[in-house]
């Protein structure tokens, strides 16, 4: 029996609120499907053999009416008294509230009063000043529902995007259960998650097995699995318990695997311009496989003829750089396929010789201890990276400004010190390197004097507080720092909080360009919700000749190793070398590469 799909029984309870709080009910009557909604979706037991047993309520926060309610949608797939409220309603009305400053009692006045039924309808409504005339509206309101609008239509169309942070690992874990399945010989994740990509709308797997159906089965038994969407032949989807993220399985005979892996780590357009190029060579490249067209392949594209078998000759493509070697092309790796210039590169030759990996590093860049906001000490943070097997680790606790970050005051500063020299002699075959995560404050000086920042090996300035500044004024902020003689590197550069805040208003070139000039080095942040500095940035920055540092960003001792993969991956989507990364350098170099004065 397929588990039931918790998360569509979460949607309907948290809908049923909504519509209730649309119609005016009391809060203690919405409120409680909202409780109940949680304590769906934090139960860890089966929901579906909660309810046959009948033993819902016995769930604290789940009463009679809901608990039968629950029961009645898990057992028939309908919920009668939602269905009757939607028909009550326009299909689109919740939309409005996600609206920001726009409560239930404000969307029902405006349902009842104007009609409005979306956020379209609002839009329009706000545009010809209808909502302004309103009781309890206003002028003011109109203008901040129209800003509102906007807003909720950008999350909107981010909603359906996860970081590849969070969907990275749940993803490598449903992998690994894939190669465990019966028959399965080879097995890769594909898409943009293969890419690496910031954000990701789903997973995909593709795998080579004798008998996909076996494969299907066990894929379809795995624990997390809340939903099978759709289950064929050759491919099958499945929704999980977790971030609702869905997974899709390619199952293909072993001599289709890496045509087919090539074309389902896409990117769409990098496929395009590939499958232009073959073309002209007479080839055709596509998910079947890659085909020499026969003579009669013209003949064959009449509709319902499958051309890809009829008049054309299959050429055998073993790996993927079989494929790229027949349009005598170097080998593409996956984070590069965006045909961002890629292809032309590759034809000529001219693609960096090999992306810096993780193992290139030898220091370990950015990291805080509890004497600001990190959660482990800084001797647990030495003594994991060591186990890492790193050689220096950089200490760079936050600054005196951020005080809600347990930024260092001078003097805790410099008592940071001598724990650091003493961990020093202590510890065998690990460098702790002193530094600061300084912030740039509103004018671009640095938060500590001169002095200080001198006797530091490693300084970090980044943007914290003040994101609302405009373009210029965040642009010179930049600018000014860099004129600060012990700044080395820039940090978290455009401050992007993925999915939740934009890159703050900057001129790039203008900055990096003045980056080049001073010999500032740019950071390439792997916290996963920064991901900080975007790919096309990172060429900018390698193009001008500048050199990134790798950073981890680290708050504990887990966040050492897991943020890496995602900061070699930034740079990596840039087309970084080992000999573009500082970190990459011995520790006494590091230092040397770093100084300015
Ligand atoms: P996502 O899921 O939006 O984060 O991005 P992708 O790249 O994973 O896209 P997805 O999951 O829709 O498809 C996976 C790959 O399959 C995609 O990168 C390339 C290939 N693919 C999908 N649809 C098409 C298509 O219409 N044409 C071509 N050439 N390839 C496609
Ligand atoms: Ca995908
Ligand atoms: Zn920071």
């Not at 209808?130 to 309101?141: E, H, I, N, P, S």
């Not at 790039?508 to 001073?518: G, N, V």
């Not at 740019?522 to 500095?533: A, F, H, K, Q, T």
Request: charged content about 30%; proline content about 4%; hydrophobic content about 40%.
């Amino acid at each position: 029996m397929t588990p039931v799909d918790k998360s569509a029984v979460v949607k309907a309870l948290r809908e049923m609120s909504s519509y209730l709080q649309l119609r005016g009910e009391n809060m203690f009557k919405t409120r409680a499907y909202d409780v109940a909604a949680d304590r769906i979706a934090g139960l860890s037991d089966d929901l579906g053999q909660l309810v046959a047993e009948g033993k819902l309520t016995s769930l604290p926060g789940i009463g009679e009416s809901i608990g039968q309610k629950i029961s009645e949608y898990v057992t028939t797939g309908h919920l009668s008294a939602l269905e009757d409220l939607k028909k009550e309603y326009p299909p689109r009305i919740l939309e409005l509230l996600e609206v920001q400053d726009l409560g239930p009692k404000k969307a029902k006045a405006l349902f009842e009063q104007l009609g409005v039924g979306s956020l379209d309808d609002l839009e329009k409504a706000c545009q010809k000043q209808q909502v302004r005339a309103l009781k309890g509206f206003g002028l003011k309101t109109e203008e901040k529902l129209l800003a509102g609008i906007a807003l909720a239509r950008r999350q909107q169309s981010a909603g359906s995007r996860k970081r590849l942070g969070d969907v990275l690992p749940i993803a490598t874990e449903l992998l690994a259960w894939v190669q465990a399945a019966p028959g399965v010989k080879r097995a890769s994740l594909g898409g943009s998650v293969r890419r690496m990509k910031e954000t990701v709308a789903d997973a995909d797997i593709i795998a080579s097995a004798p008998d996909a159906a076996k494969v299907f089965a066990h894929f379809e038994r795995h624990p997390k699995v809340a939903a099978v969407i759709a289950s064929g032949e050759s491919k099958s989807s499945i929704r999980l318990t977790e971030l609702d993220l869905q997974v899709d399985l390619r199952v293909l005979p072993d001599e289709d695997f890496a045509s087919a892996l090539h074309h389902f780590t896409g990117s769409k357009a990098h496929h395009i311009h590939l499958r232009s190029l073959a073309q002209e060579r007479g080839y055709t490249i596509s998910e079947w496989g890659v085909h020499r067209l026969g003579a009669a392949a013209g003949a064959k594209q009449e509709k319902g003829t499958a051309r890809h078998e009829a008049a054309e000759e299959k050429l055998p493509i073993k790996e993927e750089k079989d494929l790229y070697a027949l349009l005598d092309m170097e080998y593409v790796p996956p984070e590069l396929r965006e045909d961002w210039g890629e292809i032309e590169a590759a034809q000529k030759h001219q693609l960096p010789r090999r992306l810096v990996t993780a193992e290139d590093l030898a220091g370990n860049v950015h990291a805080h201890s509890t004497w600001s906001d990190g959660r482990d000490s800084l001797e647990a943070m030495a003594r994991a990276a060591k186990a890492l097997g790193l050689e220096y680790l950089t200490v760079t606790e936050h600054s005196q400004t951020s005080g809600y970050a347990g930024g260092l005051s001078v003097e805790r500063l410099k008592a940071q010190w001598e724990e650091i020299d003493r961990l020093n002699e202590t510890l065998k075959g690990i460098t702790l390197l002193k530094g600061v995560e300084s912030d740039l404050l509103e004018d671009g000086s640095l938060d500590y004097p001169d002095s200080v920042l001198a006797q530091l090996d490693v300084v970090i300035g980044s943007i914290h507080q003040r994101y609302s500044q405009d373009e210029d004024a965040m642009t010179r902020r930049v600018l000014n720092a860099f004129d600060n003689p012990h700044l080395h590197i820039w940090g978290h550069p455009t401050g992007r909080l993925l999915l939740k805040r934009e890159p703050a208003p900057l001129r790039m070139e203008e900055i990096l360009d003045k980056a080049a000039k001073k010999g500032i080095a740019i950071e390439v942040n792997g916290c996963p919700e920064r991901m900080d500095l975007a790919p096309e940035y990172v060429r900018q920055a390698l193009q001008r000749g500048l050199k990134l540092v790798i950073s981890t960003d680290a708050h504990s001792v887990g966040e050492l190793a897991t943020h890496l993969p995602f900061a070699v991956a930034a740079a990596r989507r840039g087309w970084a070398t080992k000999a573009d990364v500082l970190n990459a350098l011995p520790a006494r170099d590091f230092v040397k590469r770093l100084q300015r004065v």
